[in-house]
């Protein structure tokens, strides 16, 4: 009877263990599939934005410098990006300032212009950050042979562009004189 018994039970909990594993096979099932669905949708779009055509553009920017609304200096700067993309221009000077001890820092100083362009249904939308930094001369500031002093102007912008026109997207003054700085950028589509 034992034996009966032990077998009965041995039988019932295989069948069990079976079940159990069929129904969470069943259960898998549904959700490989639903992962393979979801990769091929990605692999479809990924395909489709591969396909899709990038536009490139020509970016001129032009660093303006106006003294009492006259124009008295300009920079002109001219990077080209394709749509969706970002790109940067850096032209400067590495200065050596002595930290002591006869070891040296670098301080960068020049003009760093970063500019991402993206295509939407509007227009072309345009976000740029540009700053440009030099050693103040004696009249604006005291210099000192360790410690320079460094002027420096940031603007950072975003906004839809106009192609072909050319737009101011930021000014600052300068609060050691009447003067003000500008930056413009003129954006065309490169075929």
């Not at 020049?110 to 950050?129: H, Q, Y």
């Not at 440009?132 to 005291?142: C, D, F, I, T």
Request: aromatic letters at 6%.
């Amino acid at each position: 009877m034992r034996k009966a018994s032990g077998f009965w039970t041995a039988l019932v909990l295989g069948f069990m263990i079976c079940w159990g594993a069929a129904s969470g096979a069943q259960d898998k099932a549904p959700q490989a599939a639903d992962r393979a669905k979801a990769e091929a949708k990605a692999e479809a779009e990924s395909a489709a934005e591969r396909d899709k055509p990038v536009h490139a553009y020509r970016l001129d920017f032009s660093m303006n410098e106006l003294e009492e609304g006259k124009k008295i200096n300009t920079r002109q700067y001219s990077l080209n990006l394709n749509a969706d993309e970002a790109n940067e221009i850096k032209i400067g000077t590495r200065i050596p300032v002595d930290a002591g001890q006869n070891t040296y820092q670098y301080i960068d100083v020049g003009t760093n212009i970063w500019a991402r362009i993206s295509e939407r249904s509007d227009g072309v939308a345009l976000s740029v950050r540009a700053e440009n930094s030099n050693l103040a001369v004696p009249e604006q500031g005291e210099a000192h042979a360790e410690r320079p002093v460094i002027r420096q102007l940031k603007i950072e912008a975003s906004t839809i562009a106009q192609l072909g026109k050319p737009m101011v997207v930021g000014s600052v003054d300068d609060p050691n004189s009447k003067r003000q700085f500008q930056l413009e950028v003129t954006v065309n589509k490169l075929k």
